[in-house]
């Protein structure tokens, strides 16, 4: 088969990763990128997008799509990630479940896995975080999760330490069929500039408090500039949450919290952008808007993005 470029042999495809809350899909996607894409935190419903990455090489264009992790849903919020995970199964090439290696194999993990049985896309069984058991773990792990269906390949890996990642994307692409460029080759993302930024933003609050905050909040950007001058971006975001007291948890005392924050995305705004970066970040209370799903939909959050 010839590609869009004449020439035969180039492989190109779409992979899905799958799985239950925090089994590192996002870490993978970053590891596999060789930079940080896709925000990650230990919270439930870090990942609220359906993303994609691209990674083009020069015999193969492999788009990864990480998904929200599968979770059994308590609210409209989480009925909308679970769709929009659902719905990235639909016509891929390969769908790669991961698995903790270091958490044992529970409900969860099967029904994602009886997700997977309706599906006809080449199936990878991935163990991630390999760097967290030992041997013996790891062959306990495998046997377990052979139980789980019937896969194509099985990788253990650690996007931490990058062990077996390449291998990992050896045997996607082997399962990849030809096809053409998808994607420019100096894409990396589907994703518009500005709701990368408000995910950073995000990651950061995830990262800071550890109690049922996180899950209320919605980040976006409202404006963004570029001085072209002073080689400076200038970035002004709203940080929506759901009552007046998470509001006051946010920005902290005497607006210490939300300048840490602040602190904290400019350094990764700054190396996603290649720029300075000006961020101005303000709080607001947007009650319930988890319960609501046209709301959910003006975030960008699941089907509606």
């Known amino acids: 088969m010839e590609n869009a470029e004449g020439t035969t042999g180039f492989k190109s495809g779409f992979v899905t990763l799958i799985g239950r809350p925090n089994a590192g899909k996002s870490t993978l996607v ?72 270091s958490q044992p194999i529970g409900r969860g993990d099967e029904w994602v896995a009886e997700q997977l049985k309706r599906v006809r896309s080449k199936k990878i069984c991935v163990l991630s975080k390999l760097d967290l058991v030992n041997d013996e773990q790891i062959a306990r792990q495998r046997a377990a999760a052979e139980q789980l269906g019937t896969w194509d390949a099985m990788v253990g890996l650690s996007s931490a330490s990058g062990k077996n990642v390449d291998a990992f994307v050896e045997e996607v692409v082997f399962l990849l069929p030809e096809g053409p460029k998808w994607f420019p080759a100096d894409m990396e993302t589907d994703q518009p500039i500005d709701v990368v930024v408000a995910e950073f933003v995000r990651e950061k609050i995830l990262r800071s408090f550890h109690d049922e905050v996180p899950h209320a909040i919605g980040v976006r950007v409202e404006e963004m500039e570029y001085d072209k001058k002073k080689d400076l971006h200038r970035i002004f975001a709203v940080v929506y949450v759901e009552r007046d007291s998470q509001k006051g948890i946010i920005i902290g005392k005497k607006g210490a919290a939300i300048k840490q924050i602040g602190t904290e995305a400019r350094v990764d705004l700054e190396q996603l952008l290649g720029t300075r970066v000006y961020l101005d970040l303000s709080v607001k209370v947007k009650k319930n808007w988890r319960r609501d799903a046209s709301q959910i939909r003006r975030f960008g959050y699941g089907e509606g993005a």
Do not use: C, W, Y
Request: cysteine-free; aromatic content about 2%; overall charge negative.
């Open 30 to 101: 970053n590891a596999i990128m060789g930079k940080k894409v896709a925000i990650t935190s230990n919270t439930a419903q870090t990942t609220r997008h359906r993303f994609r990455a691209v990674v083009t090489r020069e015999d193969f264009q492999l788009i990864l799509v990480d998904t929200p992790g599968l979770h059994k849903p308590h609210d409209a919020l989480g009925e909308e990630l679970n769709t929009s995970a659902l719905k990235a199964l639909e016509d891929v090439d390969v769908v790669a479940m991961l698995i903790d290696a």
